[in-house]
């Protein structure tokens, strides 16, 4: 006998639960389907963030940073470590744990929402009379009908062809983050979010790490500036980052991976490597979703086909997060996810694409919203900058950490702000400020003019706003 429901979601990463959450707080009988699961066997909800991604990334970014510090920056700050070691199956049980404590919480929020939670693989079995049949598959085999469903089924990392993940010695996101002793030599193929991440992570473990990048410029998509910053700290800290490359043989023996390129200059390369992470991009994963049963259209990537509000090609069926067009962020994602609940509620749900932040939780971080001065360029939009160095902030300097700048472009004409970029220390959590202004369209004076707590990192967004009139204070 079928359990019936108004909305069934598919998949419970942060696009899923989310979006089962709002639901069910306006009033909907909500089903949530996920298959992930932990080491025993039991559910894991929370997706890739949760698992593989976001949480397990930042609990290793955090602690191989507090090793970093020990073994370098306490030293200024007078502070000796004698017999500094590193217990790695310590570092990789507290991230399991953090992990676990994120899978709970969201069985928790479950319950507490009184939102059915289903472990094991949904698929369309078909619709009838607007009603859509989603079949339950694993140790709990159970069909579910609704009205509307959302589909939140994410994505995967996506293949090298000729070089698929073994998770020994060619990793994922999920192998790199459950390496068990530290590579004397680690590769990594793609310098985008994930390959500086863990690149920084095992570097400052104490692995020796290339990363070998297909594209002349090193992160395309953040503004040229910060990039070139960001490029000569990464450097600094002893990240050999190569442009340019053009990947050729990847070859395995016992213990050992050899990648065989193409350098910038167009000579052979070859480099042995006791572990290669690849992260070259995620694909969509709608593997095992029979989509065809509804006639659910994708597009030729794969993505589930959805228009601004996130309506698939088939009525009442809705589709958020990686899976869809648009960043493969979590925070996007559930945006998309509150937004939908809304809607099938009768309200106007919005996700505001313009205002998404962007954070690469290296060291320094890195973070943006909005438009670059490169793409302010090409749109032939007339903007002015104010740029101030974190070097001159008093806070920056009691913390021992005044590398990188904030940004701000604005309108020449009428001071909106249209973009914020910073590279520097607490960039992911300055961000927010940035994002709130744009929301609210203010001008770069209106941020200017307001009071920001001294010594404080967030002085240097006012004085990159005040730089944008040329009149920073301290600098
Ligand atoms: P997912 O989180 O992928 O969840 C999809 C869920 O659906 C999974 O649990 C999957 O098992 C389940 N599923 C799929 N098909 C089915 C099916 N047929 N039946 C049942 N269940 C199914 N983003 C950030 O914003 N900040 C970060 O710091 C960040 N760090 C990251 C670090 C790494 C290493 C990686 C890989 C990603 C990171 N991301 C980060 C990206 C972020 O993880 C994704 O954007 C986010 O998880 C997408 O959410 P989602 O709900 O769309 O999909
Ligand atoms: P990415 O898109 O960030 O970077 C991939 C890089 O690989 C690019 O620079 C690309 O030019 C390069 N590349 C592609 N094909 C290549 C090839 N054949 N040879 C050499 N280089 C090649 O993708 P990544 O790092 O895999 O991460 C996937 C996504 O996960 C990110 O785009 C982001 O959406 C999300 N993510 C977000 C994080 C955050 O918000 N802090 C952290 C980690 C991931």
Not at 78 to 106: E, Y
Not at 227 to 237: G, P, T, Y
Not at 269 to 297: C, H, M, W, Y
Not at 375 to 387: D, I, P, R, S, W
Request: charged share 20%; glycine share 10%.
């Amino acid at each position: 006998m079928a359990k019936q429901f108004d909305v069934v979601v598919i998949g419970a990463g942060p696009g899923g639960y989310i979006a089962a959450i709002r639901a069910a707080q306006l009033g909907f009988s909500v089903a949530c389907i996920d298959e992930w699961s932990n080491a025993k066997g039991g559910p894991a909800p929370g997706g890739t963030c949760t698992n593989v991604g976001c949480i397990p990334s930042k609990a290793l970014l955090q602690s191989s940073e507090h090793f970093e510090h020990a073994g370098h920056a306490f030293k200024e700050h007078g502070i000796d470590v004698a017999g500094l070691s590193l217990n790695l199956p310590q570092m990789l049980k507290r991230k399991d744990t953090v992990v676990k404590q994120n899978n709970d919480g969201i069985l928790y929020l479950f319950k507490k929402n009184k939102i059915a939670f289903f472990h094991g693989r949904g698929a369309f079995a078909g619709t009838a009379e607007g009603v859509h049949t989603v079949n339950v598959t694993g140790a709990n085999a159970e069909t579910l009908t609704a009205k509307h469903v959302v589909i939140a089924t994410g994505s995967n990392a996506r293949v090298l062809p000729g070089a698929p993940f073994d998770e020994k010695l060619i990793l994922s996101n999920t192998g790199a983050l459950t390496i068990d002793a530290v590579p004397a030599k680690l590769g990594v193929i793609g310098a985008g979010v994930i390959g500086l991440e863990m690149g920084s992570v095992w570097r400052r473990l104490g692995a020796d790490v290339t990363v070998l990048e297909g594209l002349p410029t090193f992160l395309g998509a953040v503004d040229e500036q910060i990039a070139k910053e960001a490029h000569k700290l990464f450097v600094k800290q002893g990240l050999k980052i190569n442009l340019g490359v053009k990947i050729g043989a990847i070859t395995t023996a016992a213990d050992k991976v050899t990648v065989a390129y193409e350098d910038a200059a167009g000579a052979a390369q070859s480099v042995e490597f006791d572990k290669l992470i690849i992260s070259i991009g995620r694909v969509p994963n709608t593997i095992g979703l029979n989509a065809e049963a509804i006639g659910l259209a994708l597009d030729e990537r794969g993505f589930v086909v959805v228009d601004d509000d996130c309506k698939t090609s088939v009525a009442n069926v809705w589709a958020v997060g990686d899976v869809v067009r648009g960043p493969m962020l979590a925070h996007k994602a559930e945006e998309e996810g509150v937004a939908v609940a809304e809607r099938i509620a009768g309200q106007h749900g919005h996700t505001n694409f313009n205002t998404i932040p962007w954070v690469i939780y290296t060291s320094p971080e890195i973070s943006w919203v909005g438009q670059t001065e490169q793409q302010l360029k090409a749109a032939g939009v007339a903007y002015k900058a104010g740029t101030f160095p974190f070097l001159a902030n008093g806070r920056a300097r009691a913390l021992g950490d005044t590398s990188g700048m904030v940004k701000v472009l604005a309108d020449a004409t009428t001071d909106e702000i249209l973009g914020v970029h910073i590279v520097g220390p607490q960039a992911s959590e300055l961000i927010a400020e940035a994002v709130v202004a744009m929301e609210f369209r203010a001008s770069s004076e209106d941020i200017a003019r307001i009071c920001h707590a001294h010594p404080s990192l967030s002085e240097s967004t006012k004085e990159a706003m005040l730089a944008v009139d040329k009149r920073a204070l301290n600098f």
